[in-house]
């Protein structure tokens, strides 16, 4: 690059060392500048929360809750595979109603294929 007519080179040493200084500089001011903003510090509870008997029995009916509800979900699925293991042919097409070899075929019918 020719700056001023005067050549600067951008991969040579004193060029990485101006730039690693000026980094460096420039974190170690940014960890030691003062800034104006107000530190608040927390003080510890000085008395622990201990539930109540009403507390404890909450809890206890939402947990009662969330696993009636993981059982529902989990028949639900059992239900959905068990409709679709009905509904499923080995042919590929789906359908309700299956045909049983011999029978008759109601002719108002139309074939799914």
Do not use: H
């Not at 539930?51 to 639900?76: C, F, G, K, W």
């Not at 239900?79 to 509904?87: F, S």
């Amino acid at each position: 690059m020719n700056l001023l007519n005067r050549c600067i080179c951008l991969t040579s040493q004193n060029t990485f060392l101006v730039v690693f200084v000026v980094l460096l500089s420039s974190f170690v001011l940014a960890n030691v500048w003062d800034y104006d903003a107000e530190i608040t510090t927390l003080e510890p509870e000085k008395e622990m929360w201990i539930p109540s008997e009403a507390d404890i029995a909450y809890q206890d009916s939402m947990y009662t809750i969330i696993r009636n509800t993981q059982s529902d979900v989990t028949d639900i699925k059992q239900d959905i595979v068990y409709i679709i293991k009905r509904l499923d042919r080995e042919d590929g097409t789906y359908d309700s109603i299956r045909y049983v070899a011999g029978s008759q075929i109601d002719i108002n019918r139309s074939n799914r294929n």
